[in-house]
């Protein structure tokens, strides 16, 4: 299996600041990532797939690059209603796998 | 728009089968590989496997022995089997619809099950 990790684990910020989250592949999966956010007692939703590409309705703030085994997901400046968990998911291999989250908290 | 539902049991005994079923509406359930995924209580997501509307399914190797998936088209609805189940298994069970770059794109609410005698 393909393993995921994720730094930082958890992460405090504040309204305004720009947050970036890393996800560092066990192996070259080219561009297959995605990442998602989800909140308390929701189900994730996608917000970048393709290491890049914006899922349609989410807001530009968001944003992701990396290719290979290194990816980098940002929020240019955060917005209270984007405290949450994110996660990072490889597609280059069945199965699936995702990294181990990242929470983000509000200072 | 594409919503789905997860239903089946919130307890299961040890040793015995967990049994779920997501039904599909908005949408056709044809054409599209359907997912499960499960989240133990603070802890990540993981990926249990997908079929395809053609019956065609993927497991995750960690899971695979124990695991079965099959789907309904009529119903549209698909279901996920997973025997022999240990307090381990205890997790939120969500259903989602993957693209087939491996988005997963709409998901259901989630179902806690427990599994505890």
């Known amino acids: 299996d393909i393993q995921m990790t994720q730094s930082p684990s958890s992460l405090s910020a504040s309204v305004g600041d720009r947050v970036t989250i890393t996800c560092q592949a066990s192996?070259?999966?080219?561009?297959?990532l995605n990442w998602y956010q989800q909140k308390p007692g929701k189900a994730p939703k996608v917000l970048i797939y393709?290491?890049?590409n914006l899922e349609t309705g989410v807001p530009l703030r968001f944003s992701g690059s990396g290719s290979g085994t290194d990816f980098t997901f940002t929020i240019s400046s955060l917005q209270p209603e984007d405290i949450a968990t994110y996660y990072c998911?490889?597609?280059?291999?069945?199965?699936?796998?995702f990294g181990q989250g990242t929470r983000l908290e509000s200072k | 728009q594409v919503q789905l539902q997860e239903s089946g049991p919130g307890l299961v005994k040890p040793s015995e089968t967990l049994s779920l079923s997501c039904t599909v509406s908005?949408?056709?359930?044809?054409?599209?590989?359907w997912s499960w995924i499960r989240q133990p209580a603070g802890k990540e997501l993981e990926w249990i496997g997908r079929?395809?509307?053609?019956?065609?399914?993927n497991y995750n190797p960690s899971l695979k022995s124990r695991v079965t998936m099959s789907v309904d088209t009529s119903k549209k609805q698909f279901s996920l089997k997973m025997s022999s189940v240990t307090a381990a298994d205890t997790a939120v069970y969500y259903c989602?619809?993957?693209?087939?770059?491996?988005?997963?794109?709409?998901w259901g609410q989630g179902t806690l099950v427990t599994v505890s005698s």
């Open positions: 989602a619809r993957m693209r087939r770059g491996g988005q997963l794109e709409y």
């Open positions: 908005g949408a056709s359930i044809s054409g599209y590989y």
């Open positions: 079929i395809y509307t053609s019956g065609s399914t």
């Open positions: 192996q070259d999966i080219s561009n297959y």
């Open positions: 393709d290491a890049s």
């Open positions: 998911q490889q597609y280059e291999n069945l199965p699936i796998t």
